[in-house]
């Protein structure tokens, strides 16, 4: 019987502790699906902490600094996410999903991942604001030819041959950054983990972009302009929406459903909140 477990990568920089949000989704993954959950982080991020999950050390890669609130510039901090396509190589699993920290799991619902008997990767091609205003409207191409973006949020694969080579494309196009921004005429210079993943699956599908499988259905994303707050398997997203020329406050309950939360800082709060008042209701 093949093993099956999740992964995720946690560096910790100035802005944000990556190692707490990984427990905390970690601690989620075992209570609605019960599953073994590796942790890849570096010593300096774990220090003497323990996790109670796998743990891999493994140094960190960064691709720059970004301004982790694009609002405010004393929110700078180095990215460290750039070294997600060693999963392949470091994944004790046979079956693996790689997660972003930033994921509040609900549900029990990516486990249908591990029934999947056709394809070795799979990762979302849509993502869906759940606030309804278009947060992500444009996000779905990239670059002037208008490229397929597939979200490298939740990755699922298996090890196999074609698993491999998705991963060492990745590897590959990371190195040559630049050459890739020319060639699929993007704007950003900054690495960005869904366009390495992106431009592999269609190498590896032949540019043939209605034959790259995908995850069904959408992700599910708050972006970042939105506060939340989590209580058990339910979700308060709040957010301003402007009607007749003025703001106004709204907000949407989300339950029983993955929610990719974009505003780490109030993730953050959420996740000392719920350590606060473990057992006891939130005060919404």
């Known amino acids: 019987m093949s093993s099956h477990g999740f992964m995720i990568f946690a560096y910790n920089n100035e802005q944000h502790d990556y190692l707490k949000q990984a427990i905390f989704l970690a601690d989620r993954i075992t209570k609605y699906m019960d599953l073994p959950v590796t942790i890849v982080t570096n010593k300096k991020t774990l220090g003497e902490q323990t996790t109670g999950y796998n743990v891999i050390i493994t140094d960190s890669e960064s691709k720059g600094s970004r301004r982790m609130d694009r609002n405010k510039k004393d929110t700078v901090g180095v990215w460290y996410n750039a070294n ?13 999903i790689v997660i972003d920290s930033d994921v509040v799991v609900c549900s029990p619902d990516l486990t249908w991942l591990f029934n999947n008997n056709v394809d070795s990767f799979l990762c979302y091609r849509d993502a869906f604001d759940v606030t309804n205003r278009g947060g992500l409207d444009g996000d779905d191409t990239f670059g002037q030819f208008k490229m397929p973006h597939f979200w ?8 196999d041959a074609s698993a491999k080579r998705i991963f060492e494309n990745i ?8 050459f890739f921004k020319e060639l699929y005429k993007f704007s950003t210079g900054l690495y ?10 269609l190498m590896e599908y032949g540019h043939r972009v209605d034959a790259v499988p995908s995850v069904y259905g959408k992700l599910f994303t ?3 302009d939105t506060e939340i707050k989590i209580s058990g398997n339910e979700i308060v997203v ?6 007749n020329n003025t703001s106004v406050p709204k907000e949407i309950l989300i339950s ?3 929610v990719h939360c ?5 993730l953050e709060k959420a996740i000392y909140l719920n350590s606060v008042h473990y057992k006891e209701e939130l005060p919404f």
């Open 238 to 243: 709040q957010f301003d929406k402007h009607e």
């Open 84 to 96: 997600r396509n060693d999963a392949y190589e470091l994944t004790p699993y046979d079956e693996t």
């Open 256 to 258: 029983a459903q993955d």
């Open 222 to 224: 708050a972006t970042p």
């Open 262 to 266: 974009l505003n780490k800082f109030s």
């Open 171 to 178: 590897a590959m196009i990371k190195e040559y950054w630049a």
């Open 192 to 201: 960005r983990n869904d366009y390495a993943v992106s431009i592999a699956l």
């Open 152 to 159: 490298a949020t939740i990755i699922y694969f298996r090890k």
